[in-house]
């Protein structure tokens, strides 16, 4: 055999061998995460109430700071109650610092203005897109005597992607929170 002979046999294996293509299976539909239509329960301490998803488990340490868990989603939101005392503007740059200090991780950061004069309850919404460690912070305060902050973690490593329909679902509970938040006399 000629040396022309071996190089083409050669090259003949090495197209047929070298150019196979392996084929995966292509998912029929994308994943889709369905949550239960909240529920809700009124939540009451000395300074205020609220209503909250059913859903959750509440933990309350005194009348200053709660915990709303929810086991499924494997979240939690974080309430703190705050005296005013003669001390808003410094409860305020806190509240806003704190919700900026995820800017780093942070794709965007959206605030949503609340107010509610009927009952005297304003505040903002901070929705945080990308790979924060927080997905949403908020505010509420009747500016005389009441402040309150909160924010929602995951017990997971910050992925938008993947958390996103659960962030989504929690952040409506946080808005429902938000409007049904009343200050006690």
């Avoid at 309430?79 to 991780?105: G, P, R």
């Avoid at 794709?107 to 949403?136: C, L, R, T, W």
Wanted: proline residues 4%; negative net charge.
């Amino acid at each position: 055999m000629s040396d022309k002979c071996v190089l083409y046999i050669f090259g003949m294996l090495f197209l047929c061998l070298g150019c196979k293509e392996n084929t995966l299976p292509k998912p029929s539909a994308m994943l889709r995460l369905e949550y239960p239509e909240a529920r809700t329960k009124e939540f009451q301490t000395d300074s205020f109430k609220f209503e909250y998803n059913e859903m959750a488990q509440v933990t309350a340490k005194g009348n200053s700071s709660l915990t709303l868990e929810y086991p499924s989603l494997k979240g939690s939101i974080f309430i703190t109650h705050k005296t005013i005392e003669n001390n808003l503007v410094n409860l305020l740059s806190d509240a806003q610092k704190f919700s900026y200090e995820h800017v780093v991780k942070a794709d965007n950061i959206v605030e949503q203005p609340f107010v509610d004069k009927d009952h005297n309850v304003y505040g903002m919404f901070y929705e945080v897109k990308g790979d924060a460690a927080s997905q949403s912070q908020f505010y509420v305060t009747d500016s005389v005597a009441n402040f309150i902050t909160g924010s929602l973690y995951f017990y997971a490593k910050p992925n938008y992607d993947s958390i996103l329909p659960a962030a989504a679902y929690l952040q409506n509970d946080i808005r429902r929170i938000m409007e049904t938040l009343r200050w006690k006399e």
